[in-house]
């Protein structure tokens, strides 16, 4: 079955107890993507990758990393989170290095940070 | 101001209503527009790509006006199966992809 698949689902954590979001698409997809989902703010991207070992900043990359070592996986890296990144976050994929076609999503992350 | 502005609604119709959706984005140069569905914060799910010429897929259609840098959503005959939450997204210049906060839609028996 094609699919996205984010773990974990749920989390909460403490301030500054660096975690990791994992990320894997099985349909060989070329075009990754994070999102974080905040009430009244709707999704907003945060990294985006084109390929293996290419990543850009989308419009909220402040306190989080991303890598792209192989092609199916896309990990979001918190390196010292802060209760402002409280939000469910979304990983998605995308067939095309330019992402004009459909992006599927991940069924989402709940992290809370305290 | 945001790249693409949506009214979050909600929009309470009743079965077999015509509704209608207005999304506006501000890059002129944006390359790509899509419609989604999200169910009750469940990821969100491809409804139709929006195309130059206009484009239906069942009871669902969708424009473009590039002149007014609006993107439309129309459906027919609703059903209760269509409350949802519905985003318009709008793949800027570059590969950068921009969401609506969304339009909340909820069919009423």
């Known amino acids: 079955e094609a699919q996205v698949t984010q773990n974990p689902r749920y989390l909460i954590t403490v301030t500054g107890k660096k975690l990791t979001v994992t990320c894997s698409q099985n349909m060989n997809h070329e075009y990754m993507s994070w999102y974080r989902q905040d009430p009244g703010l709707g999704l907003r991207q945060i990294y985006y990758?084109?390929?293996?070992?290419?990543?850009d900043k989308g419009d909220v990359p402040e306190g989080y990393k991303v890598s792209r070592k192989e092609k199916r996986n896309f990990p979001l890296i918190l390196e010292s989170p802060s209760p402002n990144q409280t939000s469910l976050y979304f990983c998605?994929?995308?067939?095309?290095?330019?992402?004009?076609?459909?992006?599927?999503f991940g069924p989402g992350t709940r992290l809370t940070v305290l | 101001r945001k790249e693409v502005e949506q009214d979050p609604g909600p929009f309470n119709v009743p079965e077999g209503a015509t509704v209608a959706f207005n999304c506006t984005y501000s890059?002129?140069?944006?390359?790509?527009f899509f419609w989604y569905r999200q169910d009750c914060r469940k990821e969100p799910k491809l409804l139709m790509s929006v195309y130059s010429s206009g484009n239906e897929d069942g009871r669902f259609t969708a424009q473009l006006n590039r002149a007014s840098q609006y993107i439309s959503l129309l459906i027919r005959d609703s059903k209760l199966s269509d409350s949802a939450t519905y985003l318009c997204v709008v793949l800027s210049t570059g590969n950068q992809f921009y969401f609506g906060t969304g339009t909340s839609l909820t069919v009423i028996p």
């Open positions: 890059n002129s140069a944006s390359q790509s």
């Open positions: 998605a994929s995308s067939s095309e290095p330019r992402p004009t076609d459909t992006q599927y």
């Open positions: 990758s084109m390929n293996v070992e290419v990543t």
